[in-house]
């Protein structure tokens, strides 16, 4: 099993390169990245489209596999784990908020909440997934399904999910990106309450730089090399 350090950053990147596509069409994505995110910080990463703002996110949970470089998450080196012990450290460690919800259409709020708890072994998923949905508000939304949901309702079964296993870091990637306004601010207060209640180290990549200017770094990501790193 994979040691989870409780001291030390939450994550670090050195030297960290990706290209993705072959051939002509290859493209380097991130260039040199280097950074230290502090545990329970909260840290956004701004930047125009296309500056790799995703695609960072994606490698600091082990979605994407750097060419180059180290990437430690909690203290495990994750170029060091398989597949398999890479899957089951990230369901572990690091709960993932997306700008497009990403529930499962067949299952209701409750079970898009307790199925991951279920294939982690978790012997009082259901349960835990309804403290958690009661938590983020939604205690009579508990059987709808997605499409019986609105937008900031679905976010917030997704961010119930994400948490859900008690992550030491949370990644949001726009999560507000789909949601008008007044939705969106319920939504951040939300993942900026978790992150101050639970002690979660949270990265933030949004195109909001007023929003970003909740975290208290920031950095700013420019045609895949990071341009800067600002304190609040």
Do not use: W
């Not at 493209?27 to 703002?53: M, N, Q, T, Y």
């Not at 960072?56 to 398999?84: C, N, T």
């Not at 949905?133 to 205690?139: F, H, I, K, W």
């Amino acid at each position: 099993m994979t040691t989870i350090s409780h001291s030390g950053p939450a994550i670090t990147l050195s030297r960290v390169n990706l290209t993705l596509g072959r051939g002509a069409s290859r493209v380097h994505i991130l260039k040199d990245i280097d950074l230290d995110i502090s545990r329970g910080e909260a840290f956004g990463v701004v930047g125009p489209s296309g500056s790799g703002k995703s695609t960072l996110l994606m490698v600091m949970a082990g979605l994407e596999r750097a060419d180059s470089g180290r990437i430690r998450v909690a203290g495990a080196d994750l170029s060091a784990l398989d597949e398999d012990a890479l899957a089951r450290f990230r369901g572990r460690t690091i709960g993932i908020v997306f700008q497009s919800f990403h529930l499962i259409p067949t299952l209701t709020a409750l079970e898009n909440v307790a199925m991951p708890l279920e294939l982690a072994g978790v012997a009082d998923a259901t349960k835990r997934a309804r403290e958690e949905l009661v938590a983020v508000g939604l205690e009579d939304r508990l059987r709808h399904y997605p499409t019986e949901l609105s937008g900031g309702e679905q976010q917030r079964v997704a961010i119930a999910r994400a948490v859900a296993p008690d992550p030491a870091i949370l990644l949001a990637d726009e999560p507000t990106g789909n949601l008008d306004e007044d939705t969106g601010q319920q939504i951040i207060e939300l993942l900026f309450d978790i992150q101050i209640r639970r002690g979660t180290t949270l990265v933030l990549v949004t195109h909001d730089a007023a929003l970003a200017m909740r975290c208290r770094r920031i950095a700013r990501l420019r045609s895949g090399r990071i341009d800067g790193v600002d304190a609040r």
